[in-house]
């Protein structure tokens, strides 16, 4: 059987085809190891998150205020309260959360014969869940809307009490309460007749916060990262009373401290810096205490 002639042509056309094969295998490989290279990127960046919030946990808000705080804050009218009565009146009541590393709060109350105050602690600490929005902005943000709602007006501020007591002094008249309170030992009786007092004065006899002087809704500075104190007067029918809000914000947490009185004569009503005074001042403290 003859043999078939070698064609020259169809070998270098199977030698082309060949080597366009490798060149294409090179040329996907490279492409596949740029994508690999752009995702690895994309993990690089998402796993840079905001940075967390200071707190990720909360106290407990009952034990936060120091005795003598309260005593200032609840006076009697020459009520004689023993040590039992006294460890309730102060005690507070704690508010029922569902998840106490994210909020907790702490109310009291004391009655006299001239009326009744009220004192509120709501303590949150903010988490944010998006990556690209860290703890502190989210509480910022949420500063911003109880500001806002407050409707704190535009360009009010003021500062902080000067008269806040440092911790170790709160603490120091602390134990001294505790001690008087053991005792039986007359409770609020100096305070509760300086309260009187003050609730006489012209001052107390205004029907609302003095828009052009300190008692006025304001913001707050050098208390917290942000803050503002709202002053509001309520005349209704079903009684007299006077309540002051602060709100403050440390890092991701925000504070709101809500202060109260009601007066039996509706002709006497609640002296405005005093509520205030106290107000800011146990603010000072809480801020003093959550930086510890």
Not at 65 to 83: E, F, I, K, N, Y
Not at 228 to 241: E, M, Q, R, Y
Not at 246 to 265: E, G, H, L
Not at 276 to 281: G, L, V, Y
Request: aromatic fraction near 4%.
């Amino acid at each position: 059987m003859p043999r078939k002639p070698f064609v020259p042509g169809a070998a270098l056309v199977a030698a082309a085809a060949l080597a366009a094969g490798l060149t294409g295998c090179t040329g996907g490989s490279g492409t596949d190891g740029g994508a690999a290279d752009a995702k690895s990127g994309d993990a690089t960046a998402s796993s840079q998150a905001a940075e967390p919030g200071r707190y990720q946990t909360l106290p407990e808000a009952c034990g936060l205020p120091a005795r003598s705080t309260l005593r200032g804050m609840l006076p009697g009218d020459g009520q004689q309260v023993s040590g039992t009565e006294a460890d309730k009146l102060y005690g507070g009541q704690a508010d029922i959360t569902y998840d106490t590393d994210r909020r907790v709060g702490c109310r009291w109350t004391r009655e006299t014969t001239a009326g009744t105050r009220h004192l509120t602690l709501d303590i949150q600490r903010v988490v944010s869940y998006d990556s690209a929005v860290s703890d502190d902005d989210k509480a910022q943000e949420t500063y911003d809307a109880k500001e806002l709602a407050a409707q704190i007006p535009a360009g009010a501020t003021g500062s902080a009490s000067p008269g806040t007591p440092p911790p170790s002094t709160a603490k120091a008249k602390d134990a001294e309460a505790n001690k008087t309170d053991k005792a039986g030992k007359a409770d609020g009786v100096d305070k509760g007749g300086k309260a009187g007092k003050q609730d006489k004065s012209p001052e107390a006899s205004e029907p609302s916060a003095d828009p052009s002087g300190s008692t006025a809704p304001r913001v707050l500075d050098d208390l917290g990262d942000a803050a503002f104190l709202n002053d509001k007067l309520i005349t209704a029918d079903s009684g007299v009373h006077r309540d002051v809000t602060v709100v403050f914000r440390t890092s991701n947490v925000i504070v709101t401290i809500a202060y109260d009185q009601w007066s039996t004569d509706k002709a006497m009503l609640p002296d405005s810096q005093e509520l205030q005074d106290k107000a800011r001042s146990l603010a000072g403290e809480l801020v003093e205490n959550l930086s510890e």
